[in-house]
DNA sequence: CATTCGGGTATTGTCGACAATCGCCATGGT
DNA sequence: ACCATGGCGATTGTCGACAATACCCGAATG
């Protein structure tokens, strides 16, 4: 029998379900940082029982959302500045070898789409300055091609498996946005360029550089310690409308 | 109430022990590579319940050293040199970074101590050149103390939590050995040498020199097909005598 | 003889219940 | 008034059993 297209019906189990559900949630903050995540009211929240909750929660755990101590239960991972920074250190090494492997790999059709996208994303620049969101998401697919085309899979997993999801949660809650996208999207004109050149070397120092400038960028805004302000507002799952902090933060 | 040091005896769940050990015989070769884990059997062998098997074997995915597919079970990964190598294009990068942040916050009591280290390289292999075993978990012990001095957790984290275990793995059932550990030792050195002098850029080149020298002498036992022989031996979990190959293969 | 269909078996997914442990609060002592 | 201690409630860890699904093998048919 041929493999059909449909015969790759995604076969989701509860457990699988309920994760990405948690997931999201946590994600958009409707799970506090630091909130307890007890067994028995999320699994009658979710209308299931306790087993393949604890197997979405060990998961959750996997994906560094969440910390769980032995008799104590789980909670939603506290994400400070700091290990947002480390978090950007990391990036800045992977993303930069994954430029330059990119350089190396990258086809032409995935060269000439990367093209496409930043003219999109000028276009976005240039016409919504204020709704940076579909902006974000658009930096994020940047990257993500990028590292695609390094037909490394290992690299793939870091960084859109474990880093991403941690990394996005941050930038949701703190709703934190690009300031200045004309820069960034500078920074991205010229990356491709170097790959399209097949210049991995240069890739990769723009690709650091870049990375770097972002995370200087978060590093500048200490002193309003936006974060904890963040937690505070989300706390009671009231809708936080922080004044959005200076930065030049797009990576 | 002050925190007594045997206040932190390690409250340890089943599925942690089980966890571990679990984790130990697949790094051995107890359980092949592809081998499917089925939950009665090890349920049944290690005394507990399917329970906190299940959660064992949801933490072992999250190792990356078990995959699940939803309604087939668990099986044990199979590590093709071509992830190997995938690996340690991370490793270059990352270890990388660490080499370069470690050259900025390492203190001098470690550089100190990682001399020290270097000196009891020297003597082993002088002393033995046969039993590479230690020589190798030594070279490991080098490449942490350089990763931890970073202060940076993530980094830990990826590259001693999640990378680790399959490299140690495919290292163990290949009985890969370094074949010039007097090499690797002056490349040591050299990059202690570098984090000495506070010369971050410098430890991040030979670093990652290092590793990737490395990497070429995995990806030039190709031919030899040692993996896959290293597999069929222990198969029948009979101990795998191969002639160990030829290779630098130290990092 | 190859292929396909069907049933049987084994394994996984899910559930509810019991036991062990922790945190909290009241009570008593110093 | 403060601290230690005991009990109580709640939550986590663990277990056995049931239901759902997939794999395997034999039989029937072209």
């Given at each position: 029998m041929v493999a059909t297209a449909e015969s790759v019906v995604e076969q989701t189990t509860i457990a699988d379900r309920v994760c990405v559900e948690i997931q999201t949630a946590i994600i958009k903050g409707e799970f506090p940082q630091g909130s307890k995540l007890n067994e028995p009211m999320l699994a009658t929240r979710?209308?299931?029982?306790?087993?393949?909750?604890?197997?979405?929660?060990r998961r959750l755990e996997g994906l560094g959302l969440v910390r769980h101590v032995p008799h104590a239960g789980a909670r939603v991972v506290t994400l400070t500045r700091e290990e947002l920074l480390e978090i950007y250190y990391v990036r800045e090494a992977l993303e930069g070898m994954a430029a330059r492997l990119a350089a190396e790999m990258m086809s032409q059709a995935e060269i000439?789409?990367?093209?496409?996208?930043?003219?999109?994303?000028?276009?976005?620049?240039?016409?919504?300055?204020?709704?940076?969101?579909?902006?974000?998401?658009?930096?994020?697919?940047?990257?993500?091609?990028?590292v695609k085309a390094t037909r490394n899979p290992q690299l793939v997993q870091i960084l859109h498996g474990d880093l991403y999801h941690r990394v996005r949660m941050y930038r949701y809650q703190s709703s934190q946005q690009s300031a200045r996208p004309d820069k960034a999207l500078h920074e991205h004109r010229r990356i491709v360029d170097a790959?399209?050149?097949?210049?991995?070397?240069?890739?990769?120092?723009?690709?650091?550089r870049h990375i770097r400038s972002a995370r200087r960028a978060i590093g500048e805004q200490l002193s309003a310690e936006p974060l904890s302000a963040a937690?505070?507002?989300?706390?009671e799952l009231s809708p936080h409308t922080r004044s959005q902090t200076t930065s030049e933060v797009i990576a």
């Open positions: 979710y209308g299931i029982s306790r087993g393949p909750l604890r197997e979405a929660l000439t789409e990367l093209y496409a996208l930043l003219e999109v994303h000028a276009e976005q620049v240039k016409a919504v300055a204020g709704r940076a969101y579909f902006q974000q998401e658009g930096n994020w697919d940047f990257h993500y091609r990028i790959i399209a050149e097949r210049d991995g070397e240069l890739a990769e120092l723009l690709m650091r937690i505070a507002g989300i706390q």
